[in-house]
């Protein structure tokens, strides 16, 4: 494809707009590599020579060519600064693309001068250079792979290693975003071999138990984990705040440590080596803790903080249970288990040290994403833990939990939040013990009358379960909602309007997000026949009709869903705001700075599949349903569900999950699990 004029134009574009090689590889079916090459002038070279203007461009935004450069000079046409060559590769410069760019010159040029095959006169008269370089080329073979950090790579090899070999190129090339070939050169030392020889240390003995066989069994019932960069200073206020706050709830901090640019170069090692500020020393937990039955605090793990995707490749780690590994992201992931009820989560922590990056690309962007904060675990007396997200104010270091905010001078008590995301509700299949927990007036402790929201974002409330289209055609199952008497469309409406009104509270608006099984009625109206449906064909003509008459008038603004849903209300004056497709709802703040609400979460980006990973580069922080799988992603939340959690069209192993999305007034999140009708350790016993 690159040998059409209109694609190489189009290829041109997006970089300028900022699309990586791989994502415009992926969009038109070209190796990432050759984008890479074309872009950088590698490739079609007399088609550079002819559109010189773009070329300076375009190198320009490389860092390649200067401001001063006005004409595109053929490689091929200029001679070779050999002693400069030389220079910048016996400096570290190993690749001979870049060799040849930096010198104006060809690759084979480079290449075949480097190896000794051309100019052999000149290597004569400089013998001693000759022998460097060839020295050289015994360590390294420079056949254009990237050149890594010697952290990065003693980290790529500990996690190769301690998983026995079971992980793929593939998510070791997300973890550190390079490509899978890349990760695979090394691991077969064809590249970095001067790393192999000098640096790598093979593990010389082994065991046969498991790592965690001999592991540490916490006896408290709160804790506070966060972690912390070596030879950096810690956030002075956040650090009083987590200790006005352990203190409060009678919680051990653990701090997590990782090394990272020591003394100029990287260390994977934890040694004496490692500086770390002498407030958090007592705190230093770097081995793995039992925290309770299927929780396991991952303090032995050194993840750099440059990883893009702190948690790939870390999807089994813990076995069978849920894992919390120190890192400066805050994210949380949910993998599947066979019981349905046992929930499967991978959690990072945040930090409490200081930003401290190298001002290159990899520490820039993991600067942009450093999150002062921390995970709160509380374990009740049952074994049933819960885990909280902290995430403090980066001037003050203060931050909220539930109805409380912890500052360096003390606490803040009866604070409410400004919104909660429920999870996908489907009124007609809850969860009574998801119900009980979050908003039930049978329970006086639920979730929406301690924490007292100012915004409800509502998902999913219908479920069209009785006449939902991917079920019409499954005669077997239509019978089964007959026999059952739960076939009834009107009935299922008057279900879910009955549920929110359970919800609706004085202080607390409802919004109802526009969702897919919400539009599921308006899709009944106009896909089904009701002459073969009597149970529903009453109700339904008398919901077409509306509909018509809608259309007739002219209301492209009308909701069939919303209209069958207030004709059903058991009372009047409860607060619902109906959003419409693609209706803004943002809290915390205005535009971009604020939380986006009004997406459900099941349409992407131009026609696409909604997906968190999607979501992420949008570049504004979202809370969103529809997966009822919980997770966290670079300012993108997810929350679960609130239905019951094995369902007609889920099967299999299961990651669902009955999470809510808390967003506090200073637009500061966490997601709260419930389990087994809990949400929380009780701060007195007759809660």
Known sequence: MLKKENVKLEIIEEYKKGATFSDIGRKYGIAATSISRFIKGEYYSKWWEANPELYIEIQSLLNIVSDEVTTVVSPKKK??????????????????????????????????????????????????????????????????????????????????????????????????????????????????????????????????????????????????????????????????????????????????????????????????ADWFDERIVKYIRDEPVKLADGLIWCGELNVLPTAVNPLSGFQTYAGGGSGIIPHTKMQMESYPTIDPYEFRFMYTTGAVTQRNYIEKTAGQKASFHHIFGALLV?????????????????????????????????????????????????????????????????????????????????????????????????????????????????????????????????????????????????????????????????????????????????????????????????????????LKLDESFVICGNGTNGIECGMHGDLGANGARGSVGGFRRIGHRLNVGHSHSCRIMDGVYQAGTLSKLKLSYNKGPSSWSHSNIITYPNGKRTIITIKNGKWRLPNNPTE
């Open 79 to 272: 001679g070779l600064d050999r002693l400069t060559v030389v220079n910048s590769f016996l400096n570290g410069e190993r690749n001979y693309a870049a060799l040849a760019r930096q010198h104006s010159s060809t690759e084979s040029t480079v290449r075949r001068f480097i190896l000794g095959d051309t100019h052999a006169s000149w290597w004569e008269e400089h013998g001693d250079l000759r022998k460097q370089v060839d020295d050289a080329l015994k360590q390294f073979k420079p056949n254009g792979s990237p050149i890594l950090h010697r952290d990065t790579l003693a980290e790529i090899v500990t996690i190769y290693e301690r998983s026995n070999g079971t992980i793929t190129r593939a998510a070791l090339g997300e973890m550190f975003g390079v490509s899978p070939s890349t990760i695979g050169s090394f691991l077969k030392r064809e590249t970095h071999r001067d790393w192999w020889e000098n640096e790598y240390k093979p593990i010389a003995s082994g065991k046969l138990e498991d790592p965690y066989a001999n592991i540490e069994h916490a006896v408290a019932n709160r804790f506070i984990l966060t972690s912390a960069q070596n030879n950096t200073f810690v956030h002075e206020k956040f650090l009083k705040s987590l200790e006005v706050a352990a203190d409060h709830l009678g919680a051990e901090i653990f701090v997590g440590t990782f090394s990272y640019n020591r003394n100029g170069f990287q260390n994977l090692g934890k040694g004496e």
């Open 378 to 578: 509380e374990v009740d007396d049952d074994g049933d833990w819960f885990v909280r997200q902290i995430s403090a104010d980066t001037e003050t270091g203060e931050f909220q939990d539930l109805d409380t905010i912890y500052t360096p001078d003390g606490i803040i008590e009866n604070c409410r939040v400004e919104g909660i995301n429920w999870g996908d509700i489907h009124a007609d299949v809850i969860d009574e013990g998801a119900k009980y927990a979050s908003f039930s007036d049978t329970n006086p402790h639920n979730m929406l009358d301690v924490l007292k929201p100012k915004y409800q974002f509502i998902h999913d409330v219908f479920d069209m379960g009785r006449r939902n289209h991917h079920n019409r055609r499954d005669f077997h199952h239509m019978f089964e909602l007959y026999h059952k008497k739960l076939d009834n469309v009107e009935g299922e409406v008057a279900v879910t309007a009955n549920v929110l009104a359970e919800m609706g509270r004085d202080f607390s608006q409802l919004v109802v997000v526009n969702s897919n099984h919400d539009r599921a009625l308006q899709r009944w109206l106009n896909e089904a026949c009701y002459r073969s449906d009597f149970t529903n064909s009453v109700y339904f003509l008398r919901l077409q009709l509306e509909v018509y008459k809608a259309i007739e008038r002219g209301d492209k603004d009308f909701s069939i869903f919303e209209y069958a849903i207030k004709e059903k209300l058991p009372s009047e004056g409860i607060d619902i705001k109906f």
